[in-house]
C-alpha cells in the first residue's frame, strides 16, 4: 500500500504519511497559495505542483527529493502573438499533469483552462503548445464547465503505446490521438449530453466529460464520469455505453478505476449544476465490481450531513486497488483501506480540496 | 532614471529589489528589470505581456491606463509601484 498522499488544497500542499499511529501531516509547501494540480511521478519519484496564484499567475513547482525542497520551474504557456488584445490566450489554470509513459522519461503532459494541451519532454524545464489540437475547428464550440473557461482536466497515456493519448475535455468531448498528439480525432459516441437542445444530445463536440480514467492492466476499458451520467468504453474511448440507473445519483466528478481489474470503479455521486451538494446531504462513495451492472453505495465512516464535493482530481486509488482517498470542497480527508468499504477521516480541517494523489 | 518598486507580498515568491530603468514607458522600464531578473516577468505580466488581472501598475499616483500594452508614459524622475490588486486575493 502506499503510505504517502499529496493533498493539493486552496492554501498550500500538505503531505501526509502513515505510520505506525496513523496518517501524519507535513508542514504545508506553499502555504497560502492555491495548488490545482499535483502529479507524483512514478519514473524517476519526483513531485510536481501547480500554483494558481490569485494575483501572479499560474506557476509549476517540481521537487526531486520528496518534497523536503522545492524549485520553480517553467510553467505551460502560450506562444506570445503580436500585438495582443485582450483576446490572446494566455493559461489561466493547470488541471492535470500527467506523466507519459514509461519509454519516455522526462515527458509530461499538461491539461489547463482555457483548453490548451502542452508537452514537456524535459521534467517541465520547457513546454510546448500542442498546436494540432489548439487548433482544431471544433474548439470553437467549447464551452466552460463549472469554470468559465473549457479545459483539459484528463490525459490518458495507453502503457502499452506512449502514442496513444485520450483526453478529455470539459466542455468539449473526448479527443484521441494515435501519434503522440501530432494529429487528433473527436471520439466518444454514445455520450449523451441531456442539457442540450435534443437533436444535439449525442453531439460528440458538446459532450461535458467530467472525468476519464482507464484501467492500467486493461487500457481500452475507460470508464467515464459525465455531466449527465455514468459510461463505459471497451474500446480505449472511441465509443461508450451509458450506465443508467444508478442510485443515489449518476452526476458527479471524481472516478477511480481498479489498476487490474476493469469491471471495477468508484464514483462519488452528487446532485448536478443547480446544487452541487450531496445527494441528500450524505456523502456516500459508490462502487461497482461487475462493469456498471450493479453498484453499492458505502458511506460507513463518512458523515451523517454534510455539503462535502469531491472534485474529479480528489479520488485515487493506490497501485493494489485496496487504498482510497478521497478529499472534498470542504478540506475534509478520508482513506479506505479495504478497496471503497469504510472510510476513516484522517483530517477535517483542510482547505478546499483541488487535487491528490498517492505517492 | 524612474524607479520601479515591487510590493513586499511578491517577494514571497521571486527576489524583486527596487530596481532602476531608464526608459519612457512602463513596458519599457518593465522590459529593463525583467531582462536583468527574467524570472519576475511572468508573475507581473502573461505570456502576452498583458498586465495580469489582478496587478496593479502606478505611475507615482497614477494608475496605468493601458494594460495591453503599458504604454503610458514615464518621465525621468518617475516611480512606478507594481502591486497586488486587493481583487486577487
Not at chain 1, 505510520?19 to 504545508?28: I, K, N, R
Not at chain 1, 517540481?62 to 522545492?70: E, I, K, V, Y
Not at chain 1, 458505502?298 to 478529499?327: E, F, K, M, Q
Request: proline share 6%.
Amino acid at each position: 500500500m502506499s503510505n504517502v498522499l499529496h493533498v493539493g488544497t486552496r492554501k498550500g500542499l500538505v503531505t501526509f504519511t502513515r505510520d505506525a499511529v496513523g496518517w501524519a501531516p507535513s508542514a504545508p509547501a506553499f502555504i497560502g497559495q492555491p495548488v490545482s494540480a499535483v502529479l507524483s511521478d512514478p519514473r524517476d519519484g519526483a513531485i510536481y505542483a501547480a500554483l494558481r496564484l490569485g494575483h501572479f499567475g499560474v506557476k509549476l513547482h517540481r521537487s526531486d527529493d520528496r518534497g523536503a525542497t522545492w524549485s520553480e520551474i517553467a510553467a505551460p504557456a502560450f506562444p506570445a502573438v503580436p500585438n495582443p488584445d485582450d483576446k490572446a490566450p494566455a493559461v489561466d489554470m493547470i488541471w492535470t499533469l500527467v506523466a507519459g509513459g514509461a519509454d519516455e522519461p522526462g515527458v509530461l503532459w499538461a491539461g489547463t483552462t482555457p483548453g490548451g494541451l502542452f508537452k514537456s519532454a524535459d521534467r517541465g524545464a520547457s513546454w510546448s503548445l500542442n498546436e494540432s489540437l489548439w487548433t482544431v475547428p471544433e474548439r470553437a464550440g467549447w464551452m466552460g464547465g463549472g469554470y468559465d473557461l473549457p479545459g483539459i482536466h484528463s490525459v490518458l497515456v495507453d502503457p502499452r503505446d506512449s502514442r496513444s493519448l485520450t483526453i478529455g475535455v470539459s466542455t468539449g468531448g473526448v479527443w484521441r490521438s494515435a501519434d503522440g498528439g501530432a494529429t487528433w480525432r473527436l471520439t466518444g459516441q454514445g455520450l449523451r449530453a441531456e442539457y442540450m437542445p435534443p437533436d444535439m444530445a449525442f453531439d460528440l463536440k458538446v459532450q461535458d466529460v467530467h472525468r476519464l480514467a482507464a484501467c492500467a492492466s486493461a487500457p481500452d476499458i475507460v470508464w467515464c464520469q459525465h455531466h449527465n451520467g455514468m459510461f463505459r468504453s471497451t474500446d480505449a474511448g472511441e465509443t461508450f455505453s451509458e450506465i443508467k440507473n444508478v442510485q443515489p445519483s449518476v452526476f458527479g466528478f471524481a472516478l477511480g478505476v481498479h489498476p487490474h481489474d476493469p469491471n471495477t470503479a468508484w464514483f462519488v455521486p452528487a446532485i448536478k449544476d443547480e446544487l452541487r451538494i450531496p445527494v441528500d446531504c450524505k456523502l456516500v462513495v459508490t462502487k461497482t465490481t461487475d462493469a456498471g451492472r450493479t453498484f453499492t453505495a458505502h458511506a460507513d465512516g463518512l458523515p451523517g450531513v454534510s455539503y462535502d464535493l469531491i472534485y474529479r482530481h480528489c479520488l485515487d486509488v493506490n497501485a493494489d486497488g485496496t487504498r482510497l482517498a478521497i478529499g472534498s470542497t470542504t478540506g475534509n480527508l478520508w482513506v479506505s483501506d479495504d478497496a471503497g468499504r469504510h472510510w476513516s477521516q484522517i483530517h477535517g480541517h483542510l482547505s478546499p480540496i483541488a487535487a491528490l494523489t498517492f505517492g | 532614471m524612474a524607479q520601479v518598486v515591487f510590493t513586499p507580498n511578491l517577494q514571497r515568491h521571486v527576489s524583486c529589489p527596487p530596481a532602476v530603468a531608464d526608459a519612457q514607458s512602463v513596458r519599457a522600464a518593465l522590459d529593463l528589470v525583467f531582462a536583468a531578473n527574467p524570472q519576475l516577468r511572468s508573475y507581473v505580466v502573461d505570456e502576452q505581456g498583458r498586465l495580469r488581472k489582478h496587478v496593479n501598475v502606478y505611475v507615482n499616483d497614477r494608475m496605468v491606463n493601458d494594460r495591453v500594452s503599458l504604454s503610458d508614459a514615464v518621465a525621468p524622475n518617475d516611480e512606478i509601484f507594481v502591486f497586488q490588486a486587493l481583487s486577487g486575493g
